[in-house]
């Protein structure tokens, strides 16, 4: 079992910056093949990728909205998963969720059925 906490959303006006950041308990990073993943719901929509990080830290992924603004990374020794978000738009308004996927794989899934354990969420709202 591997428990996640969200945290470092709020609010912030279009063109700020927030990170968010995912600890892990349960397993720790290091032990298992743990690729992290960050996924958002806006109100009224379908839960979609944003971005992830494979358990090496060396392969990363990216939805096409957020590419080039958003950054996943991880602290292995810490078993945290972070999310830096730049230059926020109003459309990035959800809640986001940080996942784990234990399974072997060339690169991060975006799939979101491909990760087994999620987070609560924590809601970042962009104002124009």
């Known amino acids: 079992q591997v428990q996640l906490l969200e945290s470092g959303g709020g609010w912030v006006r279009s063109g700020g910056s927030l990170r968010l950041s995912c600890s892990a308990s349960?397993?720790?990073?290091?032990?298992?093949?743990?690729?992290l993943g960050w996924f958002r719901q806006a109100p009224g929509k379908e839960r979609e990728f944003v971005g992830a990080i494979a358990s090496s830290g060396l392969s990363t992924s990216y939805a096409d909205s957020v590419k080039g603004r958003f950054t996943v990374s991880r602290n292995n020794a810490n078993n945290t998963v972070y999310l830096q978000m730049n230059s926020l738009k109003p459309e990035d308004t959800a809640v986001y969720y940080c996942?784990?996927?234990?399974?072997?794989?060339?690169?991060?899934?975006?799939?979101?059925?491909?990760?087994?354990?999620w987070g609560q969420g924590t809601q970042v709202t962009v104002s124009s």
């Open positions: 996942s784990a996927d234990l399974s072997l794989r060339s690169v991060p899934s975006p799939r979101r059925s491909d990760y087994e354990f």
């Open positions: 349960g397993r720790t990073f290091s032990s298992y093949n743990m690729d």
